[in-house]
């Protein structure tokens, strides 16, 4: 299973969507428990795949390699913002399986959401480690009003990153920033997933199959079915905050739904399906594909009704382009052009969420 750690609270970024250090109320900005409490429990899990999270995790260099030199897991992860990825040590740094690091797309589109100056600082942190680093390095964007799909996705594709993911700035909160999200849907978003998608097909008909992390997760659902919520949340997968408590999903700590008690007190197997994903999703025709897609959208409906179904012509909108896609994929595997399994992308829950 996931294990999402939380390495502190704080933040040094104040990105608009977000609003940057979490507050101390929500959960302390630094871990309180012993670090033989997450071993204890991790370690009774023989496939645990642990991901440091914050707040800004890099901030917490040192309690990192604590973690990483006393707890056993299969593979590490980061979500980072990439300010600091060139402190992390050689002998760490390829101990990390996946490094996703945030930005949005184009400089000006990271800048106006993330801060002046961000973009330039983050592209040269990236082209740094790229060159001692040999893992897989996603970008990992929030796309908002002003995202272009098609252009802010092939940009961050020429960066020395080998996959982008992306997901949508929708239901995080309430009073996002949107003026017009229908409009942006009908004559931007959309329009660009299908170009996207037109250009992804036409690169793999080259013989490269470019790392559009939607894309990929998409297609390997379409091939090997899987259940339920992509990113695993309340299923197999599950954060711990900085005082030790389990969550079903990192956002948001402080509804009832999402706590499921304390490292100190539960085994992994006592958590595993312990939170499931309600109606309208168990009966919608895209279900298979698009397991509920967020576990938080879905309890929360932070947009009400109208919002959420929004989304999901979203979601129908990128499942329609992938059976195309597929169609196009399959004729290639009959034509021995690649292996089916050319397509198991994520190979393990590295937290890309795959549906945006
Ligand atoms: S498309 Fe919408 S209703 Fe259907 S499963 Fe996804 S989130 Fe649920
Ligand atoms: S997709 Fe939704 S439920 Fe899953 S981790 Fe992200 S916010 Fe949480």
């Avoid at 170009?195 to 997760?217: D, Y």
Wanted: hydrophobic fraction near 35%.
């Amino acid at each position: 299973m996931l294990y999402i750690v939380f390495l502190t609270g704080v933040c040094n970024l104040n990105c608009r969507y977000c609003g940057g250090t979490i507050p101390d109320e929500v959960m302390p900005h630094e871990i309180n428990y012993e670090i033989e409490y997450l071993k204890n429990f991790v370690e009774k899990d023989k496939d645990a795949i642990i991901a440091f999270y914050g707040g800004e995790p890099l901030l917490r260099i040192e309690k990192m390699k604590e973690i990483m030199d006393n707890v056993k897991a299969k593979k590490f992860v980061i979500q980072t913002n990439g300010f600091f990825l060139h402190k992390i040590p050689d002998e760490y740094l390829n101990r990390i399986d996946s490094i996703l690091v945030s930005i949005d797309g184009v400089k000006d589109v990271t800048n106006y959401y993330r801060g002046n100056g961000v973009y330039e600082i983050v592209v040269d942190r990236v082209k740094k480690i790229r060159k001692r680093y040999s893992g897989d390095l996603i970008a990992r964007m929030a796309v908002s009003e002003k995202s272009d799909i098609y252009r802010d996705v092939r940009h961050l594709l020429s960066l020395p990153f080998d996959h982008v993911h992306w997901q949508l700035n929708v239901v995080w909160a309430p009073d996002d920033s949107w003026t017009d999200f229908d409009a942006w849907v009908k004559n931007s978003y959309n329009p660009g997933i299908t170009k996207l998608a037109k250009w992804w097909v036409e690169e793999i008909k080259k013989g490269q199959i470019p790392g559009i992390v939607p894309f990929q997760g998409v297609i390997k659902r379409m091939f090997w079915p899987e259940n339920g919520v992509p990113c695993g949340a309340g299923r197999d997968a599950f954060a711990i905050t900085t005082d030790g408590r389990i969550l079903a999903c990192p956002i948001g700590g402080e509804f009832e739904w999402n706590e499921l008690g304390d490292i100190r007190k539960k085994n992994p197997e006592d958590l595993r399906n312990s939170v499931s994903i309600d109606e309208p999703c168990l009966s919608c025709d895209l279900y298979p594909i698009c397991g509920g897609r967020c576990l938080f959208a879905n309890k929360e409906r932070l947009w009400g009704m109208d919002g959420f179904y929004k989304i999901c012509e979203t979601v129908r909108h990128l499942v329609n382009e992938m059976n195309w896609a597929k169609k196009e994929i399959e004729k290639l595997i009959d034509e021995g052009m690649y292996k089916k399994d050319d397509f198991y992308y994520p190979p393990f829950n590295n937290t890309t969420e795959i549906i945006p």
